[in-house]
Structures are given as C-alpha cells and as structure tokens.
C-alpha cells in the first residue's frame, strides 16, 4: 500500500525556549491538520492515504504530579507569563484561541489516557485517533480551563469526548490511580529521542512507503511550522508515489 506517513512527538503542555522563541505543541497540532485538510481538498480522489501517529514526549517531569497554578508556575520558572502573549497571538491565527488556560499540568496521566484509549487490543467500535485524543485534551486545558493532570478530569474526558464507556471509565480510573502504563510511556519518549533524535517539540518525521520500503529518507523537522511547509512536503512525497 502506498501512503505518506508523519509521526509527531508532542508534549501536552507549552514551553518558553526563551524570551524570542515560544513552542506549542496546540499550536503545531492545529497547523498539522490545516495542512492535511488542505492537501486532502486539493489532490481529492488522486492523494494517497496519509497516517498521523502522535507520540508522546514530557518537558518538565518535574512538575507537581497534580499540575500547578498557571501565573504561579510561570513565575516560578520564569519571572511572569508574559511570553505567552505573543503566543496566543499567534495562535488565534490557527484556532488555537489559548482562551482559558488555567493550569500548567503535569502530563503523564494524560499520556497515559492516550495509551489506554489507542491500545490495539482495546476492543471498540469508534476507537479515536492518536490526534482525536490530543485534540480534546488540548480542548480541555487551553480552552475550557480544566486541569488535565488529575485522575476524575482525564476519566471525564475519556467518556464525554473519547466514547469511552462506564465500565472502561471505571477500569481508565483505577489504571490511571495506580500509575499503570507510566513506564511504557516513558519508554516511548526514549525511543523517540535514540530513533528520531527528539530533542524538542513539536517535532515531525514525514516519510513515503510503497508497501514495506521507504521511498528516500523521511524529512525531520521542529517547531510549529505554518501549514503551507507541511502541503508543500506532502505534495514533493505525492509526487514520488504517482
């Protein structure tokens, strides 16, 4: 089969590299699908199938398990949020409106929610995309101001946004309270960093396969890139496949 695939590693929460450079993974998740949407509209019946997988990836470990105040962890680490204006600025552009954001959360337990809801051996009718579930739990923390690192926020969106039923909200409780999945978690971001050299996100491998071969090396990039890079690579990739 032929397709194009792109493999993305994001984290769920934003970093300030510095005072002239903001990375959002919202914001590069929001630019990613404007470009697939795009490419999709314009090459109709003729584009070969294209396969997003999101990967996890973790920047501050060190953040209180239970998330932290969103001014009070700003200040902490970096004297103020303001370097979030400009980000959500830029973010507006893309849908990205950053309009209630109100935690800086610790993320494991919502890498943890993405595993449990995409595992291959979940059995379910209308199993949601590695990109569906960061979609919502970006929806929950930037916009409608909830706090993403706690078990009963993460349950709430397992059921109402990811069609997860009671019994498995029931199980994705206890599975999430005992810390189940933490180390393949973990272990993913690893092997992200030895086989991709992520250093930093978001971060993007996009490749062409023909069956089982790989047409040429994968292109590997970082940060939000603007969609019309992202058509433009897909496009180059299209055209080997043809």
């Not at 680490?77 to 552009?93: F, I, P, Y």
């Not at 029931?170 to 092997?191: F, T």
């Not at 250093?199 to 993007?204: D, E, K, S």
Request: glycine share 8%; net charge neutral.
């Amino acid at each position: 089969m032929k397709k194009i695939f792109a493999i993305a590693s994001l984290c769920i929460a934003t970093e300030a590299m510095s005072t002239s450079k903001k990375i959002s993974c919202y914001v590069g998740q929001k630019k990613l699908n404007a470009a697939i949407e795009s490419f999709s509209q314009s090459s109709e019946s003729t584009s070969p199938p294209l396969s997003i997988e999101w990967k996890p990836y973790i920047i501050d470990p060190n953040t209180k398990t239970d998330g932290e105040e969103f001014e009070a962890y700003n200040i902490r680490r970096w004297g103020g949020s303001g370097w979030t204006n400009g980000l959500k600025r830029s973010g507006r552009k893309v849908g990205a409106n950053f309009s209630n954001w109100k935690t800086w959360p610790n993320t494991l337990r919502a890498h943890q929610l993405i595993a449990y809801v995409t595992n291959p051996e979940r059995k379910s009718e209308n199993k949601p995309t590695t990109s569906e579930c960061n979609a919502a739990i970006f929806d929950a923390m930037y916009e409608r101001g909830e706090n993403v690192s706690l078990v009963d926020t993460l349950v709430k969106i397992g059921t109402e946004r990811l069609g997860l039923s009671t019994c498995e909200a029931d199980d994705l409780k206890i599975y999430l309270e005992n810390n189940v999945g933490a180390r393949d978690v973990m272990k993913d971001i690893q092997l992200g960093r030895r086989k991709y050299q992520i250093q930093g996100v978001p971060f993007f491998v996009i490749g062409a396969v023909d069956g089982g071969e790989s047409l040429g090396q994968p292109y590997g990039f970082s940060g939000a890139q603007d969609s019309s890079t992202f058509v433009d690579i897909f496009e180059e990739l299209a055209g080997k496949l043809a």
